[in-house]
Structure formats: structure tokens, C-alpha cells
């Protein structure tokens, strides 16, 4: 008597051991899941997702690949034109770093 | 505090001759009629002048406040642009840049739009000193954005000077395949490499010592911290600019030498400039 209880207890719950896994494998739980926002459980896809995005353009050169006396010439002229505009930057940061306020008199 | 006493001492110093006349008055009457009725008429005169210089202090006030708000407006809106214009610096703090420069201007917008309606001396006087305290936060966010924008950049100058030594050590390559002497060359390609390096990681320092740093809330040692950091940053990037400016050097006499190396050039890609680089139609 005893040990038939046993077995039928023990079928009753590989039977639900192996729904359960059928659920899982069917996908059943995944609108849980998703439902409870695990974000830590896919850190892999999402930094491959990131990476997938460039960062930065490529070429910065309006010359491109031209390797000419000439065209170096014109990479130079460009990289004149961005020194001038950091030095311009540079005073601006340089003002902000000296700046006083008006003194307010009341 | 002598600024509240100055301004104690002046209120008394304008009240005095009407205090004055309002003694003598009552108590002279049967006296010295004819006196009593001129000093009433300068008592009723004097009132209005109180008055009117008071007025005349919150309209110089609040013309004083507008133009200290204007000037970081300004200076906000310049810095603002900068930040836009940054291509090298990602959205995430761009987006963080962004909103501390927006705060601060609506905190100024909503102050000078309070001062201008401002009848109440009292809360005037609150919100013209909260101008003078307010500078703190200005004095950070607007050095904040310009060290990012400025060290963004750095790397868009450096990211040139990589596509060009690129360039340089093929047509280098070349020569020295010919038989030239490339030795200075390399030399000089060598310390590029290392000043497009050293102006990264300066660029980098800059933004890294001065990106998180947070208003002072009127702690002093806070606000030296931030001040450190932001000196700090501010030499990072001079550092940068030497390092641009020496390989810019370097760039030099490489393009120098390679032109005495004539006829040789160019032997390398010489394909012609990428579309984005002609003249729009």
C-alpha cells in the first residue's frame, strides 16, 4: 500500500518535471521573463547590438586616399584650419575658466 | 554684511532731515507759525524723494541683474553651439552636457523674468544676491562643456593626422623601395605616431577629470576640487595642442622630404578625392 503511493507520487511528479520542460523548450515562459525586464540575463546581445553602431566617422580627410605632393598639401590646409578653430576654442575656455560676475549692488 | 551696514547708514542718512522736521514741527506752532507751515512743505517734499530714490535703487538694480543675465545667456548659447558642433563626443554625454547648459538657462530665464517684475525690495535683494551665488554653477557648466567640445576636437585633429601619416609611410615605403634615404623619415613618422598618442590620451585626461564633477551647493572644498579639476583639464589640453603642434612639425618634414625625393611621387593611391570632398553643385 505504502509503496504504491510512493510510485504514483513519484510519476505525478516526473510527469510534472517533464511538462514543465516542454513548456520551457515550447517557450511558454518567455513572455514571463520578458514580462519581469531581466535585462542582466542578455548582456552579450546587447553589447553586440551596441557594436554594430559606429562610433566615429572613418575618413576625416576631404582628400580621401589621394596621396599627391598636392593633395597633401590640401590634408595640411585642413588640419591648419582645425588648429585655428581649437585655438579659437581655447581662448573661449580660457574666458569661461577668468569669468567674474558683474558685481550686483541692492 | 558692511555693504548691508552701508546701506543701513545710507536709509538713515535720507531719513534724518524728515525726523528732523517732524520734531520741530508740533512743538513749535504757536511760536513760529510762518516756520512751522515751510517746514511742513519741506516735510511733504521729502517724502517723495525717499521714495524716488528707492525706486531709483531697484530700477539700477534690476538694470544691473538684466545685464549680468544676458551675459551668461550669451555665453550659455555660444557654448550650447559648441557642444552641437562636437561630432567627436557621444549622444549619451553630449545629451548630459546638453541639459546642464539648459538648466541653467531656464534657472536664468525664470530669475530675470522674477527681478524685472520684482516690486517687493526685500525679494529683489534675495534675487540679486542669488545672481552673485548662482555665478558658481555657470563658472562650472560653461568650462565643463568647452573642455568636452575642445577635446572632441583633439581627436577629430588627431583622426587627420593618422589618415595622413597613413598616407606618409606608404609614400615613405615607396621611396625607400627606390633606394632613398627615408631614415629622417621614419624618424619623423615614429614621433607622429607617438604625439597623435600622447594628444589622445591628454584629450582623453581633460574629459575623464572634469565629466562627472557636480555644482558646489556652497561647499567650499568642493568648489576648490572643482576648480582643481578644471586647471587640470585646462593643462591636459594645452598639452594636447603642443603634441598637435609638434606632429604638425613631423608632418612637415616628412612631405618635405618626400618632394626632394622627386620624381618618385606619388607611386602610392592616387585615386581622385572622394565625392563629399567636391564642390556642391
Redesign the interface.
Known amino acids: 500500500m505504502y509503496i504504491s503511493k510512493l510510485v504514483i507520487a513519484i510519476y505525478i511528479v516526473l510527469v510534472l518535471l517533464l511538462g514543465g520542460v516542454g513548456l520551457w523548450a515550447a517557450g511558454a515562459f518567455d513572455g514571463l521573463t520578458s514580462a519581469l525586464n531581466l535585462d542582466i540575463l542578455n548582456p552579450q546581445e546587447e553589447m553586440a547590438e551596441e557594436q554594430e553602431q559606429p ?3 572613418q ?11 598636392q ?3 590640401q ?2 590646409n ?3 584650419a ?2 585655428e ?3 579659437e ?2 581662448a ?3 574666458s ?2 577668468e ?8 | 554684511m558692511h555693504k548691508k551696514l552701508f546701506t543701513g547708514l545710507l536709509g538713515l542718512s535720507l531719513l534724518a532731515p524728515a525726523f528732523a522736521f517732524a520734531q520741530l514741527g508740533p512743538a513749535n506752532t504757536d511760536v513760529r507759525p510762518a516756520a512751522t507751515t515751510e517746514l511742513r512743505a519741506n516735510a511733504t517734499t521729502t517724502r517723495p524723494n525717499i521714495d524716488a530714490t528707492a525706486e531709483e535703487r531697484m530700477r539700477r538694480a534690476k538694470a544691473l541683474a538684466g545685464q549680468e543675465i544676458e551675459r551668461r545667456l550669451r555665453a550659455l548659447n555660444a557654448t550650447a553651439e559648441r557642444v552641437e558642433k562636437a561630432r567627436r563626443l557621444n549622444d549619451s554625454f553630449k545629451a548630459e552636457l546638453r541639459t546642464d547648459l539648459n538648466s541653467e538657462t531656464n534657472n536664468l530665464n525664470t530669475l530675470r523674468a522674477r527681478i524685472e517684475a520684482g516690486e517687493d525690495p526685500e525679494t529683489l535683494r534675495a534675487d540679486v544676491q542669488s545672481i552673485t551665488r548662482s555665478h558658481r554653477v555657470f563658472a562650472l557648466v560653461v568650462p565643463q562643456a568647452h573642455i568636452a567640445a575642445m577635446a572632441g576636437r583633439v581627436v577629430t585633429i588627431t583622426a587627420i593626422m593618422s589618415e595622413m601619416g597613413g598616407k606618409l609611410k606608404a609614400r615613405t615605403d615607396t621611396a625607400a623601395a627606390a633606394g632613398e634615404d627615408v631614415a629622417a623619415l621614419v624618424a619623423a613618422l615614429e614621433s607622429l605616431s607617438a604625439h597623435i598618442d600622447s594628444a589622445n590620451a591628454h584629450a582623453r585626461a581633460a574629459v575623464q577629470g572634469t565629466s562627472s564633477l557636480e555644482p558646489d551647493q556652497s561647499d567650499t572644498a568642493v568648489l576648490q576640487a572643482n576648480q582643481a579639476a578644471l586647471k587640470a583639464a585646462r593643462e591636459e589640453l594645452r598639452l594636447a595642442h603642443q603634441d598637435i603642434v609638434e606632429g604638425r612639425a613631423d608632418i612637415r618634414i616628412i612631405i618635405d622630404g618626400l618632394k626632394a625625393f622627386k620624381p618618385a611621387e606619388p607611386t602610392t593611391d592616387d585615386t581622385p578625392a572622394p565625392a563629399e570632398s567636391e564642390p556642391a553643385e
Open positions: 562610433q566615429e566617422p575618413n576625416e580627410l576631404m582628400t580621401g586616399s589621394n596621396a599627391s605632393d593633395a597633401l598639401e590634408d595640411v585642413q588640419l591648419d582645425e588648429l578653430a581649437f585655438n576654442s581655447s573661449e575656455l580660457d569661461s575658466l569669468d567674474e560676475s558683474i558685481e550686483q549692488e541692492y
